[in-house]
């Protein structure tokens, strides 16, 4: 394992404990979410400072947030109230909320946005026995072009759209099932194209590539699909079961595909321990885990969670926020 150090870090400033939610990476640097209903931006240079945008967000309570733009720093968020909001952080504060996406009053749980296909999708809590995907055309009217109602039989709990295809979209859910839709396809019969029955409700799923699909439980069950012809029965590649055995850690934070096609990162943290592991997932070994290039965090949030990371390669920078209300900046040893 290569241990980081923590050379900067930022505590949000008030007596109430306040978690940081999320952290969006964009090229401008890491921006925030947190539990005081805050949407920050951060100088990745200079954590410490604090944020230099900080804008109140309108969502009752905040629930997620997406990149809609990386480059041009537009995010979008959205929270309990099921309003959705499009932030452009170029702007005064006072026009940084761009668009504000309506028609929809239930509790919004995750989002996927595409800049590519002019596209916002939220996922929302289970309720009056309907559990709703919405999509927006961003450049239409500030009401859905799709709903779909019967996608999941339960809370939408994960979006993501495929990698190079702006018309894929995954969907996670706690009735356990992974599907993949097709957002041209209006009738609601024909949009799910595949899907995958993971078999215990869904934290995070997302694409690895253009074909393979991972899916984490909420209690720490992690295993591999596969969009392929040859795996058209949609049972899983890998199935690695319980993570906490596999990597002896205590919770997953996240998996991320890495940039380069090599594999994915995964977050995994011991808070008792007061640690926090990044774990190569290696596709070129046959997606096997690479412990002994591990990255780790040592200290990491002391024994709070880390809710959530990213990675910034150039800089050769991780940023890690957690349940303490840190965000905090880890670098190699100069």
Same mark, same amino acid.
């Given at each position: ?26 090229? !401008? ?14 100088? %990745? ?98 009401? %859905? /072009? ?74 720490? /069950? ?34 991320? !595909? ?77």
């Amino acid at each position: 394992m290569y241990p980081l150090t923590c050379v900067d870090g930022y505590r949000i400033p008030l007596r109430d404990e306040v978690y940081v939610l999320d952290i969006i990476p964009l090229i !401008a640097g890491p921006a925030t979410i947190s539990s005081d209903q805050k949407l920050s931006l951060f100088n %990745p240079a200079n954590v410490s400072a604090g944020p230099h945008i900080n804008l109140s967000t309108h969502h009752g309570n905040i629930t997620c947030a997406k990149a809609f733009d990386a480059g041009s720093a537009v995010v979008c968020t959205a929270g309990e109230d099921g309003s959705v909001s499009l932030w452009d952080l170029r702007q005064d504060a006072r026009q940084a909320e761009v668009a504000r996406l309506t028609n929809n009053q239930v509790p919004v749980l995750s989002l996927a946005c595409s800049s590519a296909g002019f596209s916002v999708v939220a996922g929302t809590e289970l309720q009056d026995h309907q559990a709703s995907i919405l999509v927006w055309d961003v450049r239409g009217t500030p009401t %859905p /072009k799709l709903h779909y109602k019967e996608v999941h039989s339960d809370d939408v709990t994960e979006l993501n759209f495929h990698p190079t295809d702006s018309n894929i979209l995954l969907s996670g859910s706690t009735d356990g099932l992974v599907n993949i839709c097709d957002t041209r396809i209006t009738d609601e019969d024909e949009v799910v194209i595949q899907t995958f029955n993971h078999d215990a409700s869904i934290h995070h799923a997302g694409f690895l590539n253009s074909t393979e699909v991972f899916a984490l439980s909420h209690d720490e /069950k992690l295993a591999l699909y596969d969009m392929a012809e040859n795996h058209e029965n949609g049972a899983a590649t890998i199935n690695f079961g319980d993570m906490r055995n596999v990597l002896g850690c205590q919770y997953i934070a996240n998996v991320f !595909a890495k940039s380069n096609g090599a594999g994915a990162v995964i977050g995994a943290g011991a808070h008792d321990q007061e640690a926090f592991e990044l774990v190569h997932l290696n596709k070129a070994q046959d997606w096997s885990f690479d412990r002994e290039n591990s990255v780790g965090l040592p200290g990491a949030h002391s024994s709070e969670i880390i809710r959530s990371f990213c990675f910034y390669d150039e800089a050769q920078t991780v940023f890690s926020a957690g349940e303490d209300g840190y965000i905090k900046a880890w670098k190699p040893n100069a």
